[in-house]
């Protein structure tokens, strides 16, 4: 097995486990306590470090660990999660979640992934914020439609327009971010290529899953979470499912999916085709959801844009 080190990462303090030795220790979630903890993982020489996305929590311990070419692994909290109970693990603190992490690396044999950049890390800091004030704007409209009194519309309405306002911000950000990176900018165009996706959408896309364009179409569609997932024992058959994956970018492009279908002619013949064989609606436009995700993988891949399929 792998030697790895798990860590469980809180806002203060990073609590570690060094799988061959059974040692536990805990740094601080700082500059002081990151460059401890890089010092110990070096002199360790395990061939893996484990640990949980857990936000802007995990961001500096990544960035640190790929600064020193140390391999690392970013595991799902819902994985991760699974595969405690699945190994009896039941207790739940950072010091026991630190050790189930390191097991995790060593018994699934995790590879190590490939370090995000401080570009991918702004863009996913300014897209959660994005959906952050989606959500605000859903509540402020809310409001202002159920509100009577005059002072209520008024606090409503000026926070309506002051969530519009930071939108409008972000999104200027974002493209401003995506135009000063060539090889993005780039594979933005191809995306927007596609009838159905805008520019908002292509940038959500390339944001929520950099790995476009390096998958295959079925590591495409299991990383969206839009592959079916069949449920069979014995004679009994249940429905497919689908589950897990990238619950966001899921969000970002099931309303493009549906303009697809109207305007993308691919698409449409797809939506039509299920329709007519009897799938419902929603099934429908799942399915054009990961022919979606599965084209651009391939247009990214192929470096080209989209150009209509010719029958």
Known sequence: MNDTIGVDISKDALDTY??????????????????????WVRQAKVSLVVFEATGVYHRLLETSLAAHDLPFARVNPRQARRFAEGTGTLAKTDRVDAAMLARMGSLLELKADKPKTETLHNLKGMETARQALIKDRTAARARLSTATYPLLRKQATLRLRQIERDITQIDAAIEA???????????????ISIPGIAKITAYAMLTEMPELGTLSGKQAASLAGLAPISRQSG??????????????????IYLPAVVATRFNPDMKAK????????????????????????MANALLRDGRKWTETRT
């Open 18 to 39: 060094w799988l061959s030795k059974r040692k536990h220790k805990q740094f601080s979630n700082n500059k002081t306590g990151l460059r401890a903890l890089i010092c």
């Open 177 to 191: 971010i995506i135009a000063a990176d060539k090889a993005l900018s780039q594979k933005a165009d191809i995306l």
């Open 235 to 252: 004679k009994w058959q249940g429905k497919e499912r689908i589950q897990g994956g990238r619950a966001c970018l899921r969000r970002a």
């Open 271 to 294: 939506y039509h085709e299920l329709i007519a064989t009897g799938k419902c609606k929603k099934l429908a436009i799942t399915a054009v959801m990961r022919k979606l995700v599965v």
